[in-house]
């Protein structure tokens, strides 16, 4: 006989592989909920970004390869050489603590990794050390691996300081003045005062603030300031802290108070015009072009020809030369009026123009020669 294959056939034949699968299912579904918890866990822990060390001790001017992955695309990091900190509790002291000027900055490729050599130095505090590698620009990150100098002092870490809170008790304020030479550019420099309490049972020890300024829209920049000074619980200081902006500096600031990761006050700064740098600029445009204009000229008349002098000259000689002897009359010698001997001088001095000068009067017409002589008293 043939079997026939039908609907029902199917049916009854997936019956049993349905039935196993719904059994199956219910075990299935917390192994697969905790596959699906786990992966953004995952994911999030290889995006974390680490730092590597090529050794992980060495004395005063040697050098190590400092290696890193999972940090932002093309992104500035800087790498320094810290003491009194540890990967746990990160640098204790702020970048007061590092090397500073053995530091170096690094980019990193579009997949987050980078690898640059850092010099050994001493930093200012003493061991445990690390290398410290943080972000200069946008989101912040950083991280640190322990590092060991040879030779460099140990010392224990200070008590933590976390169970104590700082508070701004009062209202912030600017102190100090704008000298002369921040009327002509030079960085416009303050000192943010303000009160602070600690609010926490414990005392907080060289507490590590951040000063942010920012300008019209752009987000402030952060830089540390370390304060040297106990606060005990319950007790309040006055904090005094040094605030500078870029030379040129003009305009609307606002300026921030950071503690951890409160921002505890903020302070608007107007900071006035440098007009010295402007009325320089403007002396500038006018004496420059008058300097050159001068040295124009004065090159001008020191290479120009001097033909025209000289052609007067030589005709002067000539027409000297030319110039006919004083004619010698055999009748009795005749008065000539002063306009008569102008004539004859501008006659002979001017001998070769084209133009003859023609006097007013002739010798024979003057009027001296027609007019009547004065008679003298008795005389017929």
């Not at 550019?185 to 609010?199: C, E, I, K, Q, W």
Request: net charge positive.
């Amino acid at each position: 006989m043939t079997r026939r294959t039908g609907p029902e056939t199917l049916r009854r034949a997936a019956s049993p592989a349905r039935l196993l699968t719904l059994a199956v299912l219910p075990a299935l579904l917390p192994a697969l909920f905790l596959s699906v918890l786990a992966v953004p866990g995952a994911r999030a822990a290889e995006s974390a970004p680490t730092v590597s060390l090529s050794t992980k001790e060495a004395g005063k001017g040697g050098e190590i390869t400092v290696s890193g992955k999972g940090w932002r695309g093309e992104a500035l990091l800087m790498l320094l050489l810290c003491g009194q900190a540890t990967p746990e509790r990160g640098v204790i002291g702020g970048t007061n603590s590092c090397a500073n000027g053995a530091g170096r900055a690094v980019t990193t490729d579009e997949k987050g990794a980078f690898s640059k050599r850092l010099p050994v130095a001493e930093p200012p505090e003493p061991c445990p050390c690390v290398v410290h590698v943080a972000t200069v620009t946008g989101e912040q990150a950083s991280a640190d691996a322990a590092f060991t100098v040879a030779g460099h002092p140990t010392a224990e870490l200070p008590r933590r300081t976390g169970s104590g809170k700082l508070a701004v008790l009062a209202a912030t304020r600017l102190e100090g003045d704008s000298s002369l030479l921040t009327w002509f550019g030079a960085p416009p420099a303050r000192r943010l005062v303000f009160t602070v309490g600690n609010l926490g049972p414990a005392p907080v020890e060289d507490p590590v603030f951040e000063i942010g300024t920012a300008h019209g829209v752009y987000a402030p920049q952060w830089e540390e300031r370390q304060w040297r000074g106990t606060v005990a619980p319950g007790a309040r200081a006055r904090i005094a802290l040094p605030v500078e902006l870029s030379a040129g500096a003009h305009g609307d600031y606002q300026i921030s108070l950071r503690y951890g990761k409160k921002v505890l006050a903020e302070q608007p700064w107007g900071v006035g015009r440098p007009w010295g740098v402007t009325l320089f600029w403007v002396l500038l445009c006018l004496v420059v072009p008058a300097a050159v204009f001068r040295i124009g000229m004065a090159v001008v008349d020191r290479i120009r020809p001097r033909t025209g002098g000289a052609h007067r000259t030589a005709n002067a000689h000539r027409t000297a030369g030319a110039r006919p002897g004083p004619a010698v009359s055999k009748g009795p010698p005749r008065r000539t009026t002063p306009v008569a001997r102008t004539a004859r001088c501008a006659a002979a001095g001017d001998a070769d123009a084209t133009t003859a000068v023609l006097p007013w009067f002739t010798p024979d017409s003057a009027p001296s020669e027609n007019r009547p002589r004065p008679t003298t008293k008795g005389q017929a």
